[in-house]
């Protein structure tokens, strides 16, 4: 029976893009799937969220599991489209040995339930979510911490529109932090539903707080996948919109003190090229913060393994 602790912990990436899948010429080397990426630590297949890549890996876990059953726990960080909208695509679901438990927490006006439901219905879609053959398990969170068998996952709030979190796995072999959809703390604009009732200087208290506990959530983590969908400059044009920077993802590894810094949520207007280019002026602030730093980008098909050099 396949297992996912003969080599330790390891992370695989399926979908690092954000917003919309960009198939074609100029993301060959990235990848053009949305958010999805899998952890094997201590027995347990983990998949983080549920994008266009979860497609690929369901077909790879049927291809490896053949007739033996599947048994997996799917993490959602929040239901913006682009983390949910493979799911109907996931072979697992259509085979009734499987069991997919999914883990989340209630966001916009409906619940996970109703959401995950919701893309599936007529007119959307051809099968509805309780016709997949597959026991699936859909689990609201009340919890900011629980187990998955001997991986403990601690989940905090992001300054992301509507509910959005990010998880933290510590494993045996080390631990992974998973911050697909961010945009800093220091940004003037927090998005709370009691934020606007905040004065400037509330507002700016709170957010230097809140950068305090992510610090914290944060550190000493081996690996970080954190959302830098934008550069520098691109980000001047997008603040309140929810994502991440390059220079306040590589000071925010920096703080937190992490071994290995994956840069995620590619924009879709940027191509193989821009990508190399942020990964380099990335590196080259971390060096000139005099700080020792391991920064890539994340590319579909990568795996890291956990805890090893």
């Excluded at 899948?21 to 053009?32: H, I, Q």
């Excluded at 996970?112 to 007119?123: D, N, R, V, Y």
Aim: glycine share 10%.
């Amino acid at each position: 029976m396949p297992t996912s602790s003969a080599s330790g912990a390891r992370l695989k990436f399926w979908g690092v893009r954000g917003s919309i899948p960009v198939p074609g010429t100029s993301t060959l080397r990235y990848g053009g799937n949305t958010t999805c990426v899998e952890l094997r630590a201590d027995d347990e297949i983990i998949v983080l969220d549920a994008g266009t890549g979860i497609r690929a890996l369901g077909t790879a876990l049927e291809e490896e599991f053949g007739s033996q059953p599947i048994n997996l726990s799917l993490l959602i960080t929040h239901v913006h489209w682009d983390h949910i909208q493979g799911f109907p695509f996931f072979l697992p679901s259509y085979n009734d040995k499987n069991q997919i438990t999914i883990f989340g927490y209630d966001g916009a006006d409906s619940g996970l339930h109703e959401i995950l439901k919701g893309q599936m219905a007529t007119p959307f879609f051809p099968v509805a979510l309780y016709d997949l053959p597959g026991k699936i398990d859909i689990k609201k969170l009340d919890q900011m911490e629980f187990n998955l068998g001997k991986v403990r996952a601690r989940a905090k709030f992001m300054n992301h529109p509507g509910v959005c979190v990010g998880y933290r796995l510590d494993t045996s072999s080390g631990s992974v932090a998973f911050l697909p959809d961010t945009e800093p703390f220091d940004a003037f604009k927090l998005h709370s539903v009691k934020s606007h009732l905040l004065s400037p200087e509330q507002t700016q208290k709170r957010a230097k707080n809140e950068r305090a506990d992510l610090v914290q959530f944060l550190k000493g983590c081996d690996v970080l996948v954190l959302d830098t969908q934008y550069t520098d400059e691109e980000y001047q044009h997008h603040i309140g919109w929810g994502h991440g920077s390059l220079s306040t993802t590589v000071a925010l590894a920096l703080d937190a003190q992490v071994r290995k810094l994956v840069l995620f949520h590619h924009d879709p207007t940027h191509d193989d090229k821009q990508i190399e280019e942020m990964v380099e002026n990335g590196r080259k602030l971390a060096a000139k913060a005099g700080k020792t730093l391991e920064i890539v980008a994340a590319r579909e098909g990568e795996e890291i393994l956990i805890g090893q050099n």
